[in-house]
């Protein structure tokens, strides 16, 4: 398996911006289709991004698409999700995942990094 490990969370003002990082090690980065989840306090861990193994693809929920961007280097075997104008409501931990398919859903992810917090204040 890929280890992940995560960095770049913080606290933000509403309407500011954070770069999340995610550096992999272990199997070969470019095999696995990355992830970025979120788990806020008192809720289940819910999909935020994903990028396929080229970087051509992505998909984001839709309480975060024109705002977040995810992106991957498999030459720096890194993927990071850029977020813009953030909200109170994008407070949580982020975790880095990765897959060997396509996929939203927590259960298909094989592999999570420790996860960085986001704290953004109104």
């Known amino acids: 398996q890929v280890q992940l490990v995560e960095s770049g969370g913080g606290l933000v003002q509403a309407g500011g911006s954070l770069r999340l990082s995610c550096a992999a090690s272990?199997?070969?980065?470019?095999?696995?289709?990355m992830g970025w989840f979120r788990q806020a306090p008192g809720k289940e861990r819910e999909f935020v991004a994903t990028?396929?193994?080229?970087?051509?693809?992505?998909n984001y929920v839709d309480s975060v698409k024109g705002r977040f961007s995810i992106s991957r280097d498999n030459a720096k075997n890194t993927v990071a999700l850029q977020m813009n104008s953030l909200k109170p409501e994008d407070t949580a931990v982020y975790y880095c995942a990765a897959a060997v398919v396509m996929s939203d859903s927590v259960r298909d992810f094989l592999s999570w990094g420790q996860g960085t917090q986001v704290t953004v204040s109104a």
């Open positions: 272990g199997r070969p980065f470019s095999c696995y289709v």
């Open positions: 990028i396929d193994w080229r970087g051509r693809n992505t």
